[in-house]
């Protein structure tokens, strides 16, 4: 009866020492196709009805991921997308909404974008990230950081 009790609690011993796993464990990205970029976002209620991505090309000189010159000429959206008509989400994966793009629409390398709801813009300043620095970002709602990994932006969750 002893060695059934010890085996018992070197059992549960095992299993409690293990731990829980990680919410970072279960959450998984959806993969970024070669020739495209990815915007991924969170929002803590799920509540993506209404939320788009503007993203625009800028024509600053950029040279090693920095931008190193005025505009060539103004700001232009990409793919017909307007304030007024956001570019819709192109998936759902395990952190949140993601919009994926081709990374040549930024022919300078500068990933231009503002999350937005009608007016309602989740980060009050334009957002950007340079290619050079990676082909996703991660957002999390009310967070204007880009964070360039998913361990990053899950960890930076409130």
């Known amino acids: 009866m002893k060695r059934l009790a010890w085996i018992a609690a070197l059992g549960t011993a095992a299993l409690f020492s293990a731990g829980p796993a990680s ?3 279960a959450v998984k990205a959806a ?3 070669a020739d495209m970029i990815s915007l991924h ?3 803590p209620d799920g509540s993506y009805a209404g939320w788009g991505v503007h993203f625009w090309e800028s024509f600053e000189k950029v040279q090693d991921g ?3 010159g005025p505009r060539d000429k103004a700001d232009m959206p990409i793919m017909a997308i307007s304030w007024g008509s956001p570019m819709k989400p192109t998936g759902q994966d395990g952190f949140g909404m993601y919009w994926q793009v081709k990374a040549n629409e930024f022919r300078n390398g500068k990933i231009n974008y503002i999350i937005h709801k ?5 980060c009050t300043k334009d957002s950007t990230w340079m290619l050079a620095q990676g082909r996703q970002v991660f ?6 950081t880009a964070y360039f990994t998913l361990e990053d932006a899950l960890k930076a969750r409130k």
């Open 23 to 25: 919410a970072q464990d």
């Open 31 to 33: 993969e970024v196709p």
């Open 41 to 43: 976002y969170y929002r």
């Open 66 to 68: 920095k931008v190193v």
């Open 118 to 122: 009608g007016d309602t813009k989740d």
């Open 139 to 144: 957002i999390n709602q009310g967070d204007c």
